[in-house]
């Protein structure tokens, strides 16, 4: 019996090792993938554009709503140079999406003359210029280059710009939040004919530009706000509630794998470190972000992957813990499905991941929920928790040992509001605008995982699942397992227990008070015993 159950011991770490590699090269995969996604969400942006590109987006920020009693007006900042010399300027453009968007949507005309006309056609009867519109009363352009050491030449009002800079836009929305959307486009204004005309001189322009919510003349800005769009502020303090929260929870589950080794604990240990080591990632991301406007742009990627990464390999456990691995059975049935099953789930969440980052335009208001690959994982995920729910029935209906049936109530329980949230909150999300929708998913997110891996902390804490575990002791002693069972007295006790009687009549009268132990077991059913106490 020992060398059956060694035998299976070895199967479990072998499993667990190709599991590991497995997940190493995954890991290396992604991360050389995230390394090669750019972010445009820097409220610092600088770079340099050559016109021949005819059509340079910068960034959509969001700008909080203006509070009359404070300085929390937004503000657009910066410098923008030429290599050389250049004789026409090129257009700066600051937009709210209502002009915007036809803006946009012109750039992509093949005659660039005409695509010029019809991109300022709207606004060029709106925005303010000195020489073509002087009763324009909306300030949404700048021609650029602007002079070394000067100022741009439509900044007629130098008290307003901001020091050591060439420009300034002053945001101010007493209504509402609003995202405004600046692009640089090689197109001008004939100060002559006040004909909008395409820039056919090549040359190349070199931009800073500092995007804040707050006025940068004064001090005090609070800095979870101010180098923040308006979609990002406050989530600092949601990554720091649960670093707070995970600060706590690693050392403990730590600790439970030490005390406890096992291949479900070794599991859950791994996906809760990838989830630990993302929300320290992003957390240094956002930290730097309130400081430079930048932060750490790769960082903020790999914490993306490592978060991904956690979630699926947690997914992987509820689904071999459902199937009663390492509870019920010691083989794991239908491994090659299972895995398949993980791997495609993987697969789907990382596309979903690099298709919101590269394939979404980034000036339609969606989310990663609202795309192809998000409706697929939202149906795939969802598939999955009734597979989850059919097997866990079935592996509860083979079971009779109280404790097991405990856990795998509450395990059930918790698991299905796991996998259940993440479709409910991306339909609810349709309706929630998109200034308010990344925090809303990002804490729900988090929230819910936190939940479950706490939950999970409890359930396979090692004073709780010694009750439950097949094998919960890696140092399975075979040697002093078939010295005691070849001791006398137990097999003596053994074939007492397991031998048949030639003939039903020769029964003794007693018979119904032994208790058989049958030969397929490898370890003495807890059921029998009755003065342990239930833990629930």
């Known amino acids: 019996m020992a060398s059956v159950v060694t035998m299976l011991t070895s199967r479990f770490y072998c499993s667990f090792s190709d599991f590991k590699h497995f997940c190493f090269v995954f890991l290396l995969i992604l991360l050389s993938l995230g390394y090669q996604i750019k972010c445009v969400d820097s409220a610092h942006v600088s770079g340099t554009w050559n016109t021949k590109e005819f059509f340079r987006f ?3 920020f969001g700008f909080q709503k203006t509070d009359v009693h404070q300085e929390n007006d937004g503000y657009i900042y910066g410098n923008v140079t030429v290599k050389g010399n250049f004789s026409q300027n090129a ?5 709210d999406r209502g002009y915007f968007l036809e803006y946009y949507g012109n750039r992509t ?3 660039k003359s005409k695509a010029c006309i019809l991109m300022f056609d709207k606004i ?7 020489a073509c519109y002087d009763r324009g009363e909306l300030d949404f352009l700048r021609k650029v280059p602007c002079s070394k050491g000067e100022l741009c030449y439509d900044e007629d009002k130098p008290m307003n710009v901001v020091p050591l800079n060439q420009f300034t836009f002053r945001i101010r929305d007493v209504r509402q939040p609003r995202f405004w959307y600046i692009s640089m486009v090689a197109c001008y204004r004939d100060p002559k ?3 909008w005309k395409h820039l056919d001189e090549e040359a190349e322009l070199d931009y800073d530009i500092w995007f804040v919510n707050g006025n940068p003349n004064v001090s005090g800005n609070n800095p979870v706000l101010y180098q923040f769009s308006f979609d990002r502020q406050d989530t600092v303090e949601l990554y720091l509630v649960f670093f707070l929260c995970y600060i706590i929870l690693v050392p403990l589950q730590l600790y439970a794998a030490l005390q406890q080794r096992h291949p479900v604990t070794r599991l859950f240990t791994v996906s809760l470190l990838m989830e630990f080591i993302g929300l ?10 309130a400081i430079d406007g930048v932060g750490f742009e790769q960082l903020a990627v790999a914490g993306d992957i490592f978060d991904i990464l956690s979630r699926t390999t947690l997914m992987l456990l509820l689904l071999l813990l459902a199937k009663g691995w390492a509870i019920t059975r010691l083989e794991l049935t239908h491994k090659p499905l299972v895995f398949t099953i993980w791997f495609i789930y993987g697969v789907v969440h990382v596309l979903l991941y690099v298709w919101n980052m590269t394939e979404v335009d980034i000036i339609e208001d969606i989310d990663e929920y609202q795309t192809w690959p998000g409706w697929l994982i939202l149906i795939l995920r969802s598939m999955i928790m009734i597979w989850f729910l059919l097997e866990l029935r079935n592996t509860m209906s083979y079971e009779h040992n109280v404790h097991k049936l405990h856990f795998f109530l509450h395990f059930g329980a918790s698991a299905l509001v796991w996998f259940i949230y ?13 200034l308010w929708r990344f925090k809303l998913l990002l804490g729900i997110t988090y929230s ?3 939940l479950a891996y706490c939950v999970m902390t409890h359930l396979l804490w090692p004073t709780r699942s010694e009750q439950y575990f097949l094998l919960a002791n890696e140092n399975f002693h075979a040697d002093e397992l078939d010295e005691f069972n070849e001791s006398p007295h137990v097999v003596n006790t053994y074939r007492m227990h397991t031998e048949e009687p030639q003939d039903l009549n020769e029964l003794p009268s007693n018979y119904s008070n032994y208790s058989g132990v049958s030969s397929s077991h490898n370890s003495i059913d807890d059921d029998a015993d009755y003065t342990k106490p239930i833990l629930t």
């Open 58 to 60: 910068l960034i959509k």
């Open 109 to 111: 005309v093949a005659n």
């Open 422 to 434: 993440l479709p409910i909150i991306a339909l609810i999300a349709l309706r929630v605008s998109a």
């Open 91 to 95: 257009t700066l453009a600051v937009l």
């Open 193 to 195: 004919t006040c004909q």
């Open 280 to 289: 320290v990632f992003n957390l240094f991301h956002v930290l730097k972000f």
């Open 124 to 130: 060029g009867t709106t925005a303010y210029d000195s």
């Open 448 to 450: 819910a995982d936190c």
